[in-house]
Protein backbone atom coordinates (compact mmCIF):
# COMPACT_ATOMS: atom_id res chain seq x y z
CA UNK A 1 0.00 0.00 0.00
CA UNK A 2 0.88 3.66 -0.70
CA UNK A 3 0.51 6.63 1.21
CA UNK A 4 1.63 10.22 -0.21
CA UNK A 5 0.51 13.14 1.30
CA UNK A 6 0.75 15.02 -1.43
CA UNK A 7 -3.39 15.94 -1.39
CA UNK A 8 -4.71 19.19 0.61
CA UNK A 9 -7.69 20.33 0.70
CA UNK A 10 -9.57 23.57 2.38
CA UNK A 11 -8.57 21.48 5.63
CA UNK A 12 -5.25 20.79 5.84
CA UNK A 13 -3.14 17.80 4.25
CA UNK A 14 -4.64 14.11 3.57
CA UNK A 15 -3.11 10.97 3.26
CA UNK A 16 -3.88 9.47 -0.12
CA UNK A 17 -4.69 5.83 0.09
CA UNK A 18 -3.61 3.41 -2.94
CA UNK A 19 -2.90 -0.15 -2.97
CA UNK A 20 -2.72 -3.09 -5.54
CA UNK A 21 -5.29 -5.69 -5.48
CA UNK A 22 -4.10 -8.80 -3.95
CA UNK A 23 -4.76 -12.49 -3.53
CA UNK A 24 -7.78 -13.87 -5.46
CA UNK A 25 -9.06 -11.04 -7.88
CA UNK A 26 -12.21 -10.07 -8.75
CA UNK A 27 -14.82 -8.44 -11.44
CA UNK A 28 -17.90 -7.17 -12.22
CA UNK A 29 -20.03 -10.61 -13.23
CA UNK A 30 -23.03 -8.57 -14.43
CA UNK A 31 -25.28 -5.42 -13.49
CA UNK A 32 -28.95 -4.35 -13.16
CA UNK A 33 -30.34 -0.80 -13.13
CA UNK A 34 -33.60 0.88 -12.32
CA UNK A 35 -34.88 4.40 -12.42
CA UNK A 36 -38.22 5.48 -11.43
CA UNK A 37 -41.04 6.40 -14.66
CA UNK A 38 -41.39 10.15 -13.56
CA UNK A 39 -39.26 11.90 -15.43
CA UNK A 40 -39.41 15.83 -14.67
CA UNK A 41 -37.12 18.29 -16.83
CA UNK A 42 -35.45 21.63 -16.38
CA UNK A 43 -38.65 22.99 -17.65
CA UNK A 44 -41.21 21.61 -15.34
CA UNK A 45 -38.41 23.00 -12.67
CA UNK A 46 -38.84 26.04 -13.93
CA UNK A 47 -42.35 26.21 -12.69
CA UNK A 48 -41.84 25.70 -9.17
CA UNK A 49 -38.73 27.66 -8.42
CA UNK A 50 -36.98 30.60 -9.80
CA UNK A 51 -34.86 28.34 -12.39
CA UNK A 52 -34.35 28.14 -16.12
CA UNK A 53 -33.60 25.47 -18.42
CA UNK A 54 -30.38 27.17 -19.31
CA UNK A 55 -28.51 28.05 -16.50
CA UNK A 56 -28.85 24.05 -15.12
CA UNK A 57 -28.15 22.45 -18.76
CA UNK A 58 -24.98 25.17 -18.82
CA UNK A 59 -23.76 25.44 -15.68
CA UNK A 60 -24.27 20.95 -14.46
CA UNK A 61 -25.38 19.53 -17.55
CA UNK A 62 -28.42 18.05 -16.36
CA UNK A 63 -31.54 18.06 -18.51
CA UNK A 64 -33.73 15.74 -16.71
CA UNK A 65 -34.22 13.66 -13.36
CA UNK A 66 -36.00 10.52 -12.61
CA UNK A 67 -37.64 11.17 -9.19
CA UNK A 68 -39.91 8.75 -7.32
CA UNK A 69 -43.66 8.41 -6.34
CA UNK A 70 -44.12 9.41 -3.04
CA UNK A 71 -44.79 6.49 -0.74
CA UNK A 72 -41.93 4.94 -3.33
CA UNK A 73 -39.27 3.03 -1.10
CA UNK A 74 -35.26 3.00 -1.96
CA UNK A 75 -35.79 -1.00 -1.17
CA UNK A 76 -38.12 -1.17 -3.90
CA UNK A 77 -35.59 0.67 -5.84
CA UNK A 78 -33.26 -1.04 -4.82
CA UNK A 79 -34.47 -5.02 -5.29
CA UNK A 80 -35.45 -4.31 -8.94
CA UNK A 81 -31.54 -3.43 -9.89
CA UNK A 82 -30.88 -6.32 -7.83
CA UNK A 83 -33.19 -8.84 -9.30
CA UNK A 84 -31.12 -7.42 -12.74
CA UNK A 85 -28.01 -7.55 -11.49
CA UNK A 86 -28.46 -11.78 -10.73
CA UNK A 87 -29.69 -12.20 -14.10
CA UNK A 88 -27.07 -10.65 -15.81
CA UNK A 89 -24.58 -12.81 -14.11
CA UNK A 90 -26.72 -15.96 -14.20
CA UNK A 91 -26.47 -16.57 -10.65
CA UNK A 92 -29.62 -16.66 -8.21
CA UNK A 93 -29.90 -15.45 -4.84
CA UNK A 94 -28.86 -18.49 -3.00
CA UNK A 95 -26.01 -18.64 -4.58
CA UNK A 96 -25.00 -14.92 -2.58
CA UNK A 97 -22.42 -14.87 -0.19
CA UNK A 98 -23.13 -11.06 0.93
CA UNK A 99 -24.96 -8.08 0.14
CA UNK A 100 -24.04 -4.55 0.41
CA UNK A 101 -25.77 -1.69 -0.07
CA UNK A 102 -25.15 2.04 -0.10
CA UNK A 103 -27.26 4.51 0.60
CA UNK A 104 -27.73 7.86 1.59
CA UNK A 105 -32.09 7.87 1.83
CA UNK A 106 -32.50 4.52 3.57
CA UNK A 107 -36.49 4.01 4.05
CA UNK A 108 -35.62 4.21 8.18
CA UNK A 109 -32.83 3.92 10.60
CA UNK A 110 -32.94 -0.05 10.92
CA UNK A 111 -33.63 -2.87 9.85
CA UNK A 112 -31.30 -2.32 7.01
CA UNK A 113 -32.03 -1.85 3.09
CA UNK A 114 -29.62 -5.00 2.34
CA UNK A 115 -31.55 -7.49 4.92
CA UNK A 116 -34.37 -6.49 2.89
CA UNK A 117 -33.31 -6.97 0.13
CA UNK A 118 -32.14 -10.26 1.49
CA UNK A 119 -35.56 -11.45 2.56
CA UNK A 120 -37.27 -9.83 -0.45
CA UNK A 121 -34.78 -11.77 -2.96
CA UNK A 122 -34.66 -14.59 -1.04
CA UNK A 123 -31.05 -15.19 -0.06
CA UNK A 124 -30.55 -17.28 3.09
CA UNK A 125 -26.81 -17.78 2.90
CA UNK A 126 -25.90 -14.02 2.42
CA UNK A 127 -24.10 -11.30 5.13
CA UNK A 128 -26.27 -8.01 4.20
CA UNK A 129 -25.51 -4.63 5.69
CA UNK A 130 -25.77 -1.16 4.58
CA UNK A 131 -22.75 1.01 4.49
CA UNK A 132 -23.10 5.00 4.05
CA UNK A 133 -20.25 6.58 2.25
CA UNK A 134 -22.73 9.37 0.64
CA UNK A 135 -21.63 9.37 -3.32
CA UNK A 136 -18.54 7.32 -3.26
CA UNK A 137 -20.52 4.35 -1.18
CA UNK A 138 -21.17 1.90 -4.33
CA UNK A 139 -17.15 2.42 -4.58
CA UNK A 140 -16.83 1.33 -1.12
CA UNK A 141 -18.77 -1.53 -1.57
CA UNK A 142 -16.96 -2.67 -4.29
CA UNK A 143 -13.66 -2.46 -2.79
CA UNK A 144 -15.60 -4.34 0.00
CA UNK A 145 -16.49 -7.19 -2.19
CA UNK A 146 -12.97 -7.41 -3.83
CA UNK A 147 -11.37 -7.60 -0.02
CA UNK A 148 -13.71 -10.67 0.77
CA UNK A 149 -13.57 -12.20 -2.51
CA UNK A 150 -9.70 -11.54 -2.22
CA UNK A 151 -9.31 -13.24 0.92
CA UNK A 152 -11.84 -15.92 -0.13
CA UNK A 153 -14.59 -15.66 2.36
CA UNK A 154 -16.81 -15.13 -0.15
CA UNK A 155 -17.33 -16.24 -3.61
CA UNK A 156 -20.43 -13.61 -4.96
CA UNK A 157 -21.27 -10.40 -3.61
CA UNK A 158 -24.01 -8.25 -4.72
CA UNK A 159 -23.33 -4.51 -4.63
CA UNK A 160 -26.10 -2.06 -4.76
CA UNK A 161 -26.35 1.59 -4.76
CA UNK A 162 -29.89 2.70 -4.20
CA UNK A 163 -31.60 6.16 -3.07
CA UNK A 164 -34.50 8.28 -2.85
CA UNK A 165 -32.85 11.44 -2.61
CA UNK A 166 -36.29 13.59 -3.90
CA UNK A 167 -37.34 12.94 -0.13
CA UNK A 168 -34.73 14.94 1.22
CA UNK A 169 -35.14 18.18 -1.61
CA UNK A 170 -36.58 22.01 -0.51
CA UNK A 171 -37.79 22.96 -3.28
CA UNK A 172 -37.58 26.18 -2.39
CA UNK A 173 -33.84 26.19 -2.66
CA UNK A 174 -32.71 26.16 -6.11
CA UNK A 175 -29.19 25.67 -5.65
CA UNK A 176 -29.60 21.93 -4.67
CA UNK A 177 -33.09 20.74 -5.93
CA UNK A 178 -32.31 20.91 -9.62
CA UNK A 179 -29.26 18.36 -8.71
CA UNK A 180 -30.10 15.03 -7.62
CA UNK A 181 -32.22 12.41 -8.75
CA UNK A 182 -33.47 8.89 -8.11
CA UNK A 183 -32.29 5.70 -9.33
CA UNK A 184 -30.50 2.53 -8.48
CA UNK A 185 -27.65 0.31 -9.49
CA UNK A 186 -26.40 -3.11 -8.74
CA UNK A 187 -23.30 -5.19 -9.76
CA UNK A 188 -22.62 -9.25 -8.80
CA UNK A 189 -18.95 -9.24 -8.01
CA UNK A 190 -17.69 -12.66 -8.44
CA UNK A 191 -13.90 -14.03 -8.98
CA UNK A 192 -11.64 -13.06 -11.88
CA UNK A 193 -8.75 -14.58 -14.04
CA UNK A 194 -5.21 -13.36 -12.43
CA UNK A 195 -4.28 -9.77 -13.56
CA UNK A 196 -8.07 -8.71 -14.36
CA UNK A 197 -10.95 -7.33 -12.67
CA UNK A 198 -9.70 -4.83 -9.55
CA UNK A 199 -6.53 -4.34 -10.13
CA UNK A 200 -6.04 -1.34 -7.94
CA UNK A 201 -7.57 1.18 -5.39
CA UNK A 202 -7.87 4.48 -4.18
CA UNK A 203 -9.51 5.09 -1.22
CA UNK A 204 -10.01 8.17 1.27
CA UNK A 205 -11.92 10.18 3.23
CA UNK A 206 -11.57 13.68 4.97
CA UNK A 207 -13.95 14.40 8.06
CA UNK A 208 -12.58 17.55 8.73
CA UNK A 209 -14.48 18.71 5.61
CA UNK A 210 -17.79 17.16 6.81
CA UNK A 211 -20.18 20.63 6.12
CA UNK A 212 -19.24 20.80 2.66
CA UNK A 213 -22.38 18.82 1.86
CA UNK A 214 -25.17 17.83 4.37
CA UNK A 215 -28.26 16.37 5.31
CA UNK A 216 -30.32 17.59 8.47
CA UNK A 217 -28.89 19.66 11.58
CA UNK A 218 -25.50 20.54 10.69
CA UNK A 219 -24.07 20.12 14.28
CA UNK A 220 -25.61 17.44 15.69
CA UNK A 221 -27.54 16.09 12.59
CA UNK A 222 -30.65 15.27 12.19
CA UNK A 223 -31.88 12.43 14.40
CA UNK A 224 -30.25 14.54 17.44
CA UNK A 225 -31.74 17.01 16.56
CA UNK A 226 -34.87 15.61 16.07
CA UNK A 227 -35.03 17.24 12.57
CA UNK A 228 -38.57 16.18 11.14
CA UNK A 229 -37.25 16.25 7.55
CA UNK A 230 -33.71 16.30 6.99
CA UNK A 231 -32.76 18.34 3.92
CA UNK A 232 -29.75 17.81 1.68
CA UNK A 233 -27.18 21.53 1.56
CA UNK A 234 -23.78 22.21 0.17
CA UNK A 235 -21.06 24.24 -0.35
CA UNK A 236 -21.56 24.03 -4.25
CA UNK A 237 -18.20 26.09 -5.61
CA UNK A 238 -16.20 24.49 -3.05
CA UNK A 239 -17.24 20.73 -3.60
CA UNK A 240 -16.95 21.92 -7.52
CA UNK A 241 -13.04 22.08 -6.66
CA UNK A 242 -12.58 19.50 -4.63
CA UNK A 243 -14.27 16.99 -7.08
CA UNK A 244 -12.23 18.24 -9.99
CA UNK A 245 -8.80 17.72 -8.01
CA UNK A 246 -9.51 14.23 -6.05
CA UNK A 247 -11.06 12.69 -9.84
CA UNK A 248 -7.22 13.86 -11.11
CA UNK A 249 -5.54 12.76 -8.40
CA UNK A 250 -7.28 9.59 -8.10
CA UNK A 251 -6.94 8.68 -11.12
CA UNK A 252 -3.31 9.11 -11.52
CA UNK A 253 -2.84 6.87 -8.31
CA UNK A 254 -4.88 3.75 -9.28
CA UNK A 255 -3.21 4.36 -12.92
CA UNK A 256 0.16 4.29 -10.84
CA UNK A 257 -0.82 1.05 -8.84
CA UNK A 258 -1.97 -0.71 -11.56
CA UNK A 259 1.11 -0.33 -13.72
CA UNK A 260 -0.94 1.53 -16.75
CA UNK A 261 -0.68 5.28 -18.36
CA UNK A 262 -3.63 7.54 -18.07
CA UNK A 263 -4.06 7.21 -21.72
CA UNK A 264 -4.25 3.35 -21.65
CA UNK A 265 -8.02 4.24 -19.57
CA UNK A 266 -10.45 3.00 -22.41
CA UNK A 267 -13.25 3.91 -20.18
CA UNK A 268 -13.79 6.49 -17.07
CA UNK A 269 -17.07 5.84 -15.42
CA UNK A 270 -17.30 9.12 -13.07
CA UNK A 271 -19.90 9.99 -10.10
CA UNK A 272 -22.43 12.21 -11.98
CA UNK A 273 -22.09 15.22 -9.95
CA UNK A 274 -22.07 18.30 -12.98
CA UNK A 275 -20.72 17.86 -16.33
CA UNK A 276 -18.53 20.61 -16.13
CA UNK A 277 -16.69 18.98 -12.75
CA UNK A 278 -16.27 15.44 -15.51
CA UNK A 279 -15.20 17.95 -18.26
CA UNK A 280 -12.00 19.85 -16.28
CA UNK A 281 -10.90 16.18 -15.06
CA UNK A 282 -11.27 14.61 -18.08
CA UNK A 283 -9.35 17.77 -19.56
CA UNK A 284 -6.48 17.33 -16.81
CA UNK A 285 -6.24 13.99 -17.47
CA UNK A 286 -6.12 13.70 -21.33
CA UNK A 287 -9.06 11.63 -21.68
CA UNK A 288 -11.53 12.95 -24.75
CA UNK A 289 -14.90 12.97 -23.84
CA UNK A 290 -16.02 9.43 -25.86
CA UNK A 291 -13.56 7.88 -23.62
CA UNK A 292 -16.39 8.95 -20.43
CA UNK A 293 -19.20 7.39 -19.78
CA UNK A 294 -21.76 11.06 -18.83
CA UNK A 295 -25.17 10.14 -18.47
CA UNK A 296 -25.73 13.19 -16.38
CA UNK A 297 -27.93 14.77 -18.93
CA UNK A 298 -30.56 11.94 -18.26
CA UNK A 299 -30.34 11.46 -14.71
CA UNK A 300 -29.01 14.52 -12.57
CA UNK A 301 -26.43 13.45 -9.02
CA UNK A 302 -27.93 10.05 -8.09
CA UNK A 303 -25.06 9.71 -5.38
CA UNK A 304 -24.22 6.28 -4.92
CA UNK A 305 -26.55 5.03 -7.98
CA UNK A 306 -24.36 7.13 -10.48
CA UNK A 307 -21.71 4.83 -11.29
CA UNK A 308 -23.56 1.74 -11.37
CA UNK A 309 -26.41 3.81 -13.95
CA UNK A 310 -23.18 5.32 -15.56
CA UNK A 311 -21.44 1.96 -16.04
CA UNK A 312 -24.61 -0.28 -16.86
CA UNK A 313 -25.36 1.90 -19.63
CA UNK A 314 -21.75 1.80 -21.48
CA UNK A 315 -21.57 -1.90 -20.80
CA UNK A 316 -25.75 -2.02 -22.62
CA UNK A 317 -24.26 0.16 -25.34
CA UNK A 318 -21.21 -1.95 -26.48
CA UNK A 319 -18.69 0.40 -25.06
CA UNK A 320 -16.64 -2.20 -22.97
CA UNK A 321 -15.32 -5.41 -23.99
CA UNK A 322 -13.22 -7.78 -22.17
CA UNK A 323 -9.41 -6.29 -21.73
CA UNK A 324 -10.36 -2.84 -21.65
CA UNK A 325 -9.45 -0.56 -18.80
CA UNK A 326 -12.16 0.64 -16.84
CA UNK A 327 -11.91 3.47 -14.63
CA UNK A 328 -14.49 4.04 -12.08
CA UNK A 329 -14.23 7.18 -9.50
CA UNK A 330 -16.64 8.64 -6.73
CA UNK A 331 -16.45 11.29 -4.29
CA UNK A 332 -18.84 13.03 -1.98
CA UNK A 333 -20.25 14.26 1.49
CA UNK A 334 -18.04 12.80 4.34
CA UNK A 335 -16.00 14.05 2.66
CA UNK A 336 -15.20 10.66 0.62
CA UNK A 337 -13.81 9.59 -2.18
CA UNK A 338 -13.08 6.30 -4.15
CA UNK A 339 -11.60 4.53 -7.24
CA UNK A 340 -10.51 1.59 -9.08
CA UNK A 341 -8.96 0.15 -12.30
CA UNK A 342 -10.65 -2.73 -13.73
CA UNK A 343 -9.31 -4.91 -16.33
CA UNK A 344 -12.75 -5.79 -17.58
CA UNK A 345 -13.43 -9.64 -17.72
N1 LIG B 1 -31.02 28.38 -11.15
C1 LIG B 1 -30.64 29.63 -11.38
N2 LIG B 1 -29.65 30.24 -10.68
C2 LIG B 1 -29.05 29.52 -9.73
C3 LIG B 1 -29.41 28.20 -9.45
C4 LIG B 1 -30.43 27.61 -10.22
N3 LIG B 1 -30.85 26.36 -10.03
N4 LIG B 1 -28.63 27.72 -8.45
C5 LIG B 1 -27.80 28.73 -8.10
N5 LIG B 1 -28.08 29.82 -8.88
C6 LIG B 1 -27.42 31.12 -8.83
C7 LIG B 1 -26.89 31.47 -7.46
O1 LIG B 1 -27.90 32.01 -6.64
C8 LIG B 1 -25.83 32.47 -7.80
O2 LIG B 1 -26.44 33.72 -8.04
P1 LIG B 1 -25.75 35.08 -7.60
O3 LIG B 1 -24.46 35.14 -8.37
O4 LIG B 1 -26.75 36.12 -8.01
O5 LIG B 1 -25.52 34.97 -6.13
C9 LIG B 1 -25.28 31.98 -9.13
O6 LIG B 1 -26.27 31.10 -9.67
C10 LIG B 1 -23.96 31.24 -9.01
O7 LIG B 1 -24.07 30.33 -7.92
P2 LIG B 1 -22.95 29.27 -7.62
O8 LIG B 1 -23.38 28.39 -6.48
O9 LIG B 1 -21.62 29.98 -7.51
O10 LIG B 1 -23.00 28.45 -8.99
P3 LIG B 1 -22.04 27.38 -9.54
O11 LIG B 1 -21.61 27.73 -10.89
O12 LIG B 1 -20.97 26.98 -8.56
O13 LIG B 1 -23.01 26.11 -9.69
C11 LIG B 1 -23.46 24.07 -8.52
C12 LIG B 1 -23.64 25.58 -8.52
C13 LIG B 1 -24.09 23.51 -7.28
C14 LIG B 1 -24.13 23.52 -9.77
C15 LIG B 1 -21.94 23.73 -8.57
O14 LIG B 1 -21.25 24.50 -7.61
C16 LIG B 1 -21.66 22.28 -8.33
O15 LIG B 1 -22.05 21.42 -9.08
N6 LIG B 1 -20.89 21.99 -7.27
C17 LIG B 1 -20.58 20.63 -6.91
C18 LIG B 1 -21.70 20.08 -6.10
C19 LIG B 1 -21.65 18.61 -5.97
O16 LIG B 1 -20.98 17.93 -6.70
N7 LIG B 1 -22.41 18.14 -5.01
C20 LIG B 1 -22.62 16.76 -4.82
C21 LIG B 1 -21.59 16.15 -4.00
S1 LIG B 1 -21.67 14.44 -4.23
Redesign the pocket.
Known amino acids: MAITTSYRTRSGAVPLRSFKTKGRHSGIAGMGVYAPEKVVSNFDLEKLM???DK??TE??GIRTRHIAEPGTTTLELATKAARAALDSAGITANDLDMILVGTSSPDGPFPSIACRIQDELDAPGAVAWDMLA??TSFVYGLATADSFIATERADNVLVIGAEVLSRMLDYSN??TA??FGDGAGAAVVRPAPEGAGFLSWCLGSDGRGYLQ?TCGNKELGAYAAKDPRPIIE?E??D??KF?VDIFIRQANEVCNEAGISMEDIDLWVP?Q??FR?IDAAARRIGLPLDRVAINIDEYG?T?SASIPLALEEAIRKGRVKTGDNVLLAG???GLTWGATLLKWV
Do not use: Y
Request: aromatic letters at 10%; a positive charge; charged letters at 10%.
Open positions: DTSWIRTACRGVIVMGPVFAHANINSFGS
